[in-house]
């Protein structure tokens, strides 16, 4: 944390949003971060010079997660959305993809067992099969399909497949330019898709004496302990991460822990 200080404006925090700062919930629009993550993120941005939310959620849905914390980014849909001056941008590359995701979403809810949760986020298609587990054998099967008939990427999460638009964005490609003028990045993440995150930090360690990345991994059960391998720090649970945040504010001299505010 020293490392950090000692470069606080050209250190930056860079987050996932589900299983790392918010519970994993059945229900995905009922979910908010966990008490005490907005003011910890608000503080850290005030300190270091870069501090982001970058999630497969769509940026309106983060927008209102974090309107107590305006100097946080915000990038949706793996990057696909950005927020800008407090209005929501879409790629030009992936929003010609928008009927096409329409009609993926139509698909699905004609084509899977209605058990399965369908989000249709314009951009991106998100198979839920949490609560049948048994058919994620189906689920992943007919998104394997569609997307080699519609030239789809899919993404693998926890208990969810998400088919997106082939265009270059990911969590890694979010993370390599938002650091690109930064001197140290921490990357916090909970599943597969943040491998990506990790794996930049890495690469740029390995590439710039100067850098230095730090990857921390939220443990579940869920993803096993591939990603928890591949981190610096493993916090035990969404609610750890404040924690955790407490020990780097603290680390800033004058700067205690903010005060919690209950989220919601």
């Known amino acids: 944390m020293t490392a950090t200080v000692s470069e606080s404006r050209k250190s930056g925090f860079f987050f996932d949003f ?11 629009g009922a979910v908010l971060p966990v008490p005490g ?20 959620r769509p940026a309106a849905f983060l927008c209102e997660r974090f309107s107590r914390a305006p100097q946080v980014a915000l990038f ?3 990057g696909m959305q ?6 929501v941008r879409t790629d030009a590359e992936a929003e010609p993809w928008a009927p096409v995701m329409r009609g993926l979403a139509a698909d699905a809810a004609r084509d899977l067992p209605g058990e ?8 991106l298609v998100s198979l839920h099969y949490r609560s049948v587990p048994a058919l994620r054998g189906a689920v992943e099967r007919w998104a394997s399909a569609k997307a080699a008939e519609l030239g789809l990427r899919e993404q693998h999460g926890r208990m969810v497949v998400e088919l997106r638009p082939p265009v270059e964005r990911d969590k890694g490609t979010v993370i390599a330019r938002e650091a ?22 890495r690469c740029r360690e390995e590439h710039d004496a100067g850098f230095m990345g730090v990857s921390v991994a939220v443990a579940n059960g869920e993803t096993g302990d591939e990603l928890a391998r591949r981190a610096d720090f493993t916090v035990d649970s969404p609610e750890d991460t404040p924690v955790l945040l407490d020990q780097v504010i603290s680390a800033f001299p004058g700067h205690p822990p903010p005060a919690l505010t209950l989220d919601g």
């Open 180 to 201: 690109e003028s930064l001197t140290r990045a921490w990357y916090f993440g909970d599943d597969i898709s943040d491998g990506r995150a990790f794996d930049v930090l």
């Open 116 to 123: 399965i949760l369908i989000e249709d986020k314009a951009l």
């Open 37 to 56: 993550a907005v003011e910890r993120l608000q503080a850290l941005s005030s300190l270091v010079g870069r501090v982001a939310v970058v999630s497969a």
């Open 82 to 87: 950005t927020v800008v001056d407090g209005q």
């Open 76 to 78: 949706g849909l793996y």
């Open 18 to 28: 589900d299983g790392t700062i918010a519970p994993i919930m059945r229900d995905p």
